[in-house]
């Protein structure tokens, strides 16, 4: 079969079937071995059991967050937690293995988003089912698993599956192996084993790597015998057609750079199914949505709404799909630590959010429905992933935060958008239009709708397309840029860097650490690097560059732990070590400016770590722990760590708390801390396995990625998983202090604070300018509060007298000169300039103006002492689908170098030549004469 006949199999996305069809209903009979696997939990539970009994090992599935590849945001497939592992970064856990792994399908290639809720299969978050060998079988004995899984186990019939392999293309010879296999195996026909070409059956890592031919198993949706010549197509109306249940990957070559192949020396087996495809097949309904995995969230959206899903592709059932998708993936984002915000993974769970509350809004749903549907979510798959349970209270305040923000900065965020959104007729001057003729919104518009709103660019060309405007993409996209640029920061982060440490990491053992035991080592150099990552053989003096050795003292930055500075030499040879990073679990590379003499591989140096700098720096550590305790014990179990930065001069600790602490909460911790501190209890360290640790109530930092062993520490109540350095005892913290406490993101807030010698200066300093306020005021350092108190009052009833008095001065003056009034239209049209006064003066001057004279057009202006000029237009209610304030104030505001906006019925704007007050005034009437003329 050629391989353009094995395109994609699209589940169908109408005549979606109910619930409770059978697959009876569609003549196909399923006889699994246990009814258990007919439910989404079953399936899942008996996938891993059946692969436990082969002899694998079942895995538990790793966070969402990939550890050590910066080239995913999420993970996207159940092979991403053994990547390191097939690529021989890592140790296998077993030589078999098995999982069910989360995943999320959000960004990059892997990016479903636009078609979630649309079709029936398209999903942001979706659980893959896998079974994988390390070196351990291969072809055979995967075909032979697989099939007698879901022939057997699931009772699948063989008369509704075909299988595809990898049919030959681009000097790769076909897989004829494998094809051979399935006929032996499974007893399929020619015509049931078809061949496919590279986008369908070839599967690789990346340009370069381990990759290899893939096996698929499709199966028959519909009644009646299956059609295999209409393989490839979607399915039609009725949802009768193919769709792909399960991937096999042979990854038996390595691919190099210049694109040869070459056998791997043990191949390996990496296999996918999805969950949700298998409930679907075993519930006998052709839509995942109609699954007991998502239907019930999707019934928990409709009642709320106070409608009926019909399983249809109206805009009604579209919407409730959205929401029952983006509600299972907002709750297991945020059961994982991340919350909504405007950068990278953080943007993308408030991306989701938004649109789901965006489609809500569709169903007349307000806030709080995305925070009972996340509870129905922890609800179903509570037991499988018990973090969800954990964190029900967490993710319910996250949502309803965010919930509450969107919509209250929606209207704000909408008001903006007519203030600056084009006219919608594409012959409209002086707007800018879009390929499709479309008057487009200016990309620095979109940005400050993003950065200031959070309003992500598809929910602007939403509206734009409700609205009949565009966005211009590449100008958002361009201040997108410019502001990661301004925030760039000059870290291990650049990508050419990060490549370069990793090439190097490929040639190197993992460094060995000693620096929990001393601060000073011999090491030898292993490897040189320049600045930008190129390796070297020499570091001349002067020069800068990294450093790699075979053992060192310096603890790499890590866990919020800045990386040790110090001191390297060797005979005629002296450096500064500026900092320590290890972008990725072994290698630690040492940032170094040589001073003196040439420094070589191979030499044998003396590696010293700066004392002072790492004791300060323990403090802080430690005291992060003791922090962590008393918020936990102030607030619940909930105020979990959600990162921090640990350096010589201060801490910051960001924790999950849906709102502001107050100030007498902050006292309290701040001495429970202190308390702790003074108890002076020792500081203890065990080494155990993760599952050990989390039975003896240690804390981790949410799903932190941490290996088979890790380093428990404990200091008197706190209990925590933790590879930092620390103080031996707690009395050596000296003391500590809350500087500072504040929002971070929607559900974290920060606290920043110092303890040791940084806390006594922080002390001796606050308590300095409390001596200088009370010079300042006269007063005692004890009076202060009650002094500026009364000072505050004074001011306010200042500013009221101001106000009253340039109220005054505006009437005054409009009385002394009599203002011209203008019949025109049946409407009268006013327009003065104003002594000198504010916005809020203004607009009661224009309010009170459009009272007296109604119906009336009020056109208002004034200078300020600095030369910069103000308008204001009103116009009387009732006179909008006449005239516009909005248009008057946009055509006035060029002539005073200025700009502005608003509505219809008042609009302002400012600018920096008030010499050209009087001709903005004149442009503006001259603009209402034409509109409001019979």
Not at 261 to 270: G, S
Request: aromatic share 6%; charged share 20%.
């Amino acid at each position: 079969m050629p391989s353009g006949a094995c395109g994609p199999a699209l589940a169908c996305s109408s005549g979606i079937a109910a619930l409770h069809s059978a697959l009876l209903m569609r003549n196909v009979k399923v006889f699994p071995k246990s009814e258990s696997l007919r439910t989404g939990a079953g399936l899942r539970r008996g996938f891993l059991d059946f692969f436990h009994g082969e002899g694998h090992r079942i895995v538990p599935s790793g966070s969402l967050v990939p550890a050590n590849d910066p080239t995913l945001m999420f993970v996207n497939a159940g092979m991403a937690p053994f990547k390191d592992v097939f690529i021989g970064r890592a140790a296998a856990p077993a030589s078999r293995a098995t999982s069910a792994q989360k995943c999320i399908r959000i960004s990059g290639k892997h990016n479903d988003l636009e078609n979630v809720g649309v079709t029936a299969r398209h999903h942001t978050f979706f659980e893959m089912l896998g079974n994988f060998s390390f070196g351990d079988y291969f072809k055979e004995q995967a075909i032979e698993l697989a099939w007698k899984f879901v022939t057997e186990t699931l009772g699948l019939p063989e008369s509704h599956l075909v299988v595809t392999v990898f049919g030959g293309e681009n000097g790769l010879a076909a897989d004829d192996e494998a094809a051979a296999l399935w006929k032996r195996i499974a007893g399929l026909k020619d015509e049931r084993v078809l061949r496919c070409g590279v986008a369908d059956n070839f599967w690789q890592m990346g340009e370069t790597g381990p990759c290899g031919p893939c096996s698929e198993i499709h199966f028959f949706f519909g009644e009646g015998t299956p059609d295999v010549s209409a393989f490839g197509a979607e399915p039609d109306s009725a949802g009768a057609g193919w769709v792909e249940l399960w991937n096999l990957v042979f990854m038996q070559f390595e691919r190099d750079l210049a694109g040869n192949f070459a056998p791997l020396p043990a191949p390996c087996i990496d296999t996918g199914a999805g969950l949700e495809r298998f409930a679907a097949v075993m519930q006998g309904v052709t839509s995942n949505y109609d699954t007991d995995l998502l239907r019930p969230i999707l019934d928990a959206a409709a009642k709320l709404a106070g409608v009926r899903y019909r399983s249809s592709p109206s805009p009604e059932d579209v919407a409730l799909r959205v929401i029952a998708d983006h509600a299972r993936t907002s709750a297991f984002l945020i059961a994982e630590g991340i919350f909504p915000d405007r950068d990278g993974r953080a943007y993308v769970l408030r991306r989701v959010m938004r649109r789901a509350i965006r489609h809500a809004q569709s169903l007349g749903l307000g806030p709080g429905f995305l925070a009972e549907c996340a509870g129905v979510v922890v609800d179903q798959y509570g037991q499988a992933y018990p973090e969800l349970v954990d964190r029900r209270a967490l993710i319910s305040d996250v949502v309803r935060q965010e919930e509450g923000r969107f919509h209250a900065t929606l209207k704000r965020g909408l008001d903006l958008i007519e203030t600056h959104a084009p006219a919608s007729t594409p012959d409209a001057p002086s707007v800018a239009h879009s390929a499709s003729g479309l008057p487009s919104l200016s990309g620095d518009v979109a940005f400050n709708l993003y950065d200031t709103f959070g309003f992500p660019l598809d929910l602007l060309e939403v509206i734009g397309r409700e609205r009949g405007f565009a966005v211009d993409v590449a100008g958002f996209e361009a201040a997108m840029e410019a502001a990661r640029q301004r925030s760039a920061g000059s870290k291990v982060g650049s990508a050419a860097l990060a490549e370069g440490f990793a090439l190097a990491e490929r040639d190197l053992p993992p460094t060995r650490f000693v620096g929990y035991e001393r601060e000073q080592a011999s090491a030898r150099v292993l490897a040189l690097l320049d600045p930008n990552a190129e390796p070297q053989t020499r570091l001349a003096a002067g020069s800068t560059g990294y450093v790699v050795t075979d053992v060192t003292p310096y603890y790499a930055e890590s866990g919020g732990q800045v990386g040790d500075t110090g001191t390297l030499s060797a005979p005629g040879v002296r450096a500064t070590i500026l900092d320590t990073q290890r972008p990725r679990e072994g290698v630690v590379f040492h940032q170094v400016r040589v001073d003196e003499g040439s420094l070589e591989s191979s030499h044998k140096v003396e590696l010293t770590i700066d004392s002072p700098r790492r004791r300060a720096i323990r403090r802080h550590h430690s005291v992060t722990h003791l922090l962590h305790e008393a918020l936990r014990a102030e607030l619940g179990p909930q105020a979990t760590q959600k990162g921090s930065y640990v350096g010589p001069a201060r801490l910051r600790f960001d924790f999950s708390a849906a709102t502001a602490l107050s100030p007498e909460q902050l006292s309290r911790i701040e001495r429970a801390v202190n308390a702790a501190i003074m108890a002076n209890e020792a500081v203890t360290t065990d080494i155990c396995d993760l599952e050990a640790a989390k039975a003896a109530g240690a804390v981790g930092l949410f799903e932190a990625r941490y290996g088979a062993e890790v380093r428990v520490l404990t200091m008197g109540t706190s209990k925590e998983l933790c590879g930092g350095t620390h103080v031996n005892f707690t009395g050596d913290i000296g003391s500590f202090r809350i500087v500072s406490e504040s929002s971070l993101a929607a559900g974290v807030r920060r606290i920043e604070a110092v303890a040791g010698s940084a806390a006594l200066a922080y002390a001796q300093d606050e308590s300095g300018r409390l001596l200088r306020l009370g010079q300042l005021l006269k007063t005692s350092p004890d009076q202060l509060c009650e002094r500026i108190e009364r000072l505050l009052e004074e001011q306010r009833a200042l500013q009221k007298t101001v106000q009253a008095l340039k109220r005054q001065l505006v009437e005054g003056a409009a009385g002394a000169s009599k203002t011209q009034i203008e019949a025109v239209g049946g409407v009268n049209l006013l327009a003065e300039v104003t002594p000198s006064t504010d916005i809020a003066v203004l607009r009661e001057r224009i309010d009170k103006l459009k009272q007296q004279h109604a119906p009336a057009v009020v056109i208002l202006g004034t200078r300020s002492a600095d030369g910069k000029a103000l308008l204001a237009i009103g116009v009387s209610k009732g006179l909008e689908d006449r005239i516009s304030a909005k248009s008057l104030i946009q055509a006035a505001a060029p002539k005073i170098q200025g700009g502005g906006g608003g509505r219809t019925d008042f609009a302002q704007a400012g600018g920096s030549q008030a010499a050209g007050l009087e001709d903005a005034l004149a442009t503006a009437q001259s603009l209402a004469r034409a509109t409001l003329a019979p």
